[in-house]
Structures are given as C-alpha cells and as structure tokens.
C-alpha cells in the first residue's frame, strides 16, 4: 500500500530575462571634437517585488574619454547613471510572491554601443541584459512506499573446501 506525503521547499517559482537598451547624455564643460573611448564600471542594481512586477534598481559609472581643441587636448567625463528597470516575470504557478527571494544576474554587462556628439551634449546608448530568478516555498508530493526492501544474505565464509580448491588450482611453477 502507498500513501503521499508533502514537502515543504524553496524552489523557483519564476524565472527570466530582459534584454535593455537606454538612452543617455552627459554634457561637457567643452565642446568635444571626438569620442576616444567609453568604458562602463561598478555595475550595482538589486531587485524586489512591487506588485506583480520585479523593479531592479541600479547603477554604473561611465567614463568618457574624449578630445575637444580640433582634437589638440583630451578629457574624461565621469558619472554615476542609476537605472529604473520593471520586468513582468512570469511565474510557473499562480501563486503570491510577494514573500519570496528575489535574485538578479547581469546576463550581459553594460555596454555602450553608440556614442555621439550634439554640441556640449555627449549622447550614448547603454544595452545590458538581466536575468531573474523568484525563489519561493513549494510543495512537492511524493509517494511514500509502506513496503520494506529485503536485505540480501552475503555468505562469504571460508570452509575447508574452498581452501583445498585454491590450494589444488595453485601452479606453484608459474615463476619459471
């Protein structure tokens, strides 16, 4: 006979990720002339439930490396941009996740795919990718089996006769 049982568990209950990309501008002291490089660090964002959305607050800093002076001086521009983003995840089951663990994984670190100059205004598009985890209590049923195993019998005791048969199957010569 067989009967059920439940386990209580923390499992995910909802996963996915979302592919980003923003718009920015940083504006200069002086007019650039071109753009040298831009470099993206100290990625930050954590992610909490607000209604039934998950909401990744965030920030990285920027570095502008450009020239201005028809291209005779350089500069870097450094700022801190914080991010907003809202992300629908769906869940596997319908259930309230208000209480559970939420868990965020940057799938593609910010990048800066295109940089351009408007006057004082250094406008760039950041693209990035985040990955959600919701990890909540489930259940999980088993089926419980009332039947034990039997235990299998190993006999392995030496009697007289196994040792006359090694002692009879040994070639004493083999060496030579």
């Not at 006979?1 to 386990?7: A, D, G, R, T």
């Not at 501008?25 to 439930?49: A, D, H, Q």
């Not at 920027?62 to 500069?75: A, E, G, M």
């Given at each position: 006979?067989?009967?059920?049982?439940?386990?209580?568990?923390?499992?995910?209950?909802?996963?996915?990720?979302?592919?980003?990309?923003?718009?920015?501008?940083?504006?200069?002291?002086?007019?650039?002339?071109?753009?040298?490089?831009?470099?993206?660090?100290?990625?930050?964002?954590?992610?909490?439930?607000?209604?039934?959305?998950?909401?990744?607050?965030?920030?990285?800093?920027?570095?502008?490396?450009?020239?201005?002076?028809?291209?005779s001086k350089t500069n870097v521009i450094n700022d801190t941009i914080k991010y907003n983003e809202v992300i629908n995840?769906?869940?596997?089951?319908?259930?309230?996740?208000?209480?559970?663990?939420?868990?965020?994984?940057?799938?593609?670190?910010?990048?800066?795919?295109?940089?351009?100059?408007?006057?004082?205004?250094?406008?760039?598009?950041?693209?990035?990718?985040?990955?959600?985890?919701?990890?909540?209590?489930?259940?999980?049923?088993?089926m419980i089996e009332e039947d034990e195993d039997k235990w299998e019998v190993f006999d392995d005791t030496v009697t007289?006769?196994?040792?006359?048969?090694?002692?009879?199957?040994?070639?004493?010569?083999?060496?030579?």
């Amino acid at each position: 006979m067989s009967n059920y049982k439940e386990i209580v568990t923390k499992a995910v209950i909802g996963k996915g990720k979302k592919y980003f990309k923003n718009k920015y501008n940083v504006t200069s002291e002086v007019t650039p002339s071109t753009i040298l490089g831009c470099w993206i660090i100290n990625n930050k964002f954590k992610g909490y439930v607000q209604g039934d959305d998950v909401v990744v607050d965030g920030s990285f800093d920027i570095n502008i490396w450009y020239s201005y002076d028809n291209d005779s001086k350089t500069n870097v521009i450094n700022d801190t941009i914080k991010y907003n983003e809202v992300i629908n995840v769906k869940t596997k089951l319908d259930v309230d996740f208000n209480d559970s663990e939420i868990i965020v994984r940057a799938l593609k670190q910010p990048t800066c795919s295109n940089v351009q100059i408007n006057g004082n205004t250094i406008d760039f598009d950041i693209e990035k990718e985040l990955g959600i985890e919701i990890v909540g209590d489930t259940k999980v049923k088993i089926m419980i089996e009332e039947d034990e195993d039997k235990w299998e019998v190993f006999d392995d005791t030496v009697t007289e006769e196994v040792e006359e048969e090694i002692d009879n199957e040994v070639n004493e010569d083999f060496l030579q």
